[in-house]
């Protein structure tokens, strides 16, 4: 006999919440399947810029390639990390994205707290995009804190210098945008 049939109004509004449990389920994997099963994740996603900057980062050997990397402070900013090892690993930002709003996609596993991105898992083989515009200039360290791992990167957020060639100096993996 059904909910509905009991005369019941606590027995009808359980089974509708049932309902919508199920049927909510359903959709999430049906969009989740239908974008290949990329995390769909945007936190006050920044606005485009026709000037952006792509900075690709390998992850091989346990290493991130290029480090350091040189970015420009008020420039939209593309890191692109390639997992090129065998094993999962993490990128871990300190300090330089705290507050700072952000786009994430690719095959990875962001996860968020309160002061922001805490900290993303990249699968072997996997693709991982963070896009955002560098607030403050400094130096800031990136790592993988899964155990044993002990991978560091580095960010130089600088100035934006009037050959831009400049302030991009330190790495051969950052590519303008047109």
Same mark, same amino acid.
Not at 59 to 71: D, E, G, L, N
Not at 115 to 125: N, Q, T, Y
């Given at each position: 006999? #059904?909910?509905?049939?009991? $005369? #019941? !109004? %606590? ?5 509708? @919440?049932?309902?919508?449990?199920? &049927? ?9 399947? *239908? ?20 900075? !690709? /980062? ?21 890191? /692109?990390?390639? !997992? @090129? ?20 996609? =690719? !095959?990875?596993?962001?996860?968020? $707290?309160?002061? =922001? ?8 083989? $996997?693709?991982?995009?963070? *896009?955002? %515009?560098? &607030? %403050?200039? =400094? &130096? ?7 155990? $044993?791992?002990?991978?560091? =990167? ?9 050959? @831009? ?11 303008? &945008?047109?």
């Amino acid at each position: 006999m #059904s909910p509905l049939t009991k $005369g #019941s !109004n %606590v027995g009808a509004i359980m089974w509708c @919440q049932r309902s919508l449990a199920s &049927t909510l389920a359903a959709l999430s994997l049906a969009v989740l399947w *239908h974008h290949g099963g990329q995390a769909l994740v945007r936190a006050s996603e920044p606005e485009a810029d026709t000037q952006a900057i792509r900075v !690709n /980062i390998t992850i091989k050997a346990r290493q991130f390639h290029p480090s350091p990397v040189s970015v420009p402070v008020g420039r939209h900013v593309g890191l /692109i990390f390639h !997992n @090129q090892d065998v094993e999962l690993h993490a990128f871990v930002p300190t300090r330089f994205l705290e507050g700072v709003p952000l786009h994430v996609e =690719g !095959n990875g596993a962001p996860q968020f $707290g309160e002061k =922001g991105l805490e900290r993303v898992l990249i699968p072997s083989g $996997g693709r991982e995009e963070i *896009h955002f %515009v560098p &607030t %403050v200039v =400094g &130096t800031f360290e990136y790592r993988c804190d899964l155990p $044993g791992h002990q991978m560091i =990167g580095t960010i130089v957020v600088e100035e934006a210098a009037a050959d @831009q060639r400049t302030a991009l100096g330190h790495s051969d993996s950052v590519q303008e &945008t047109p």
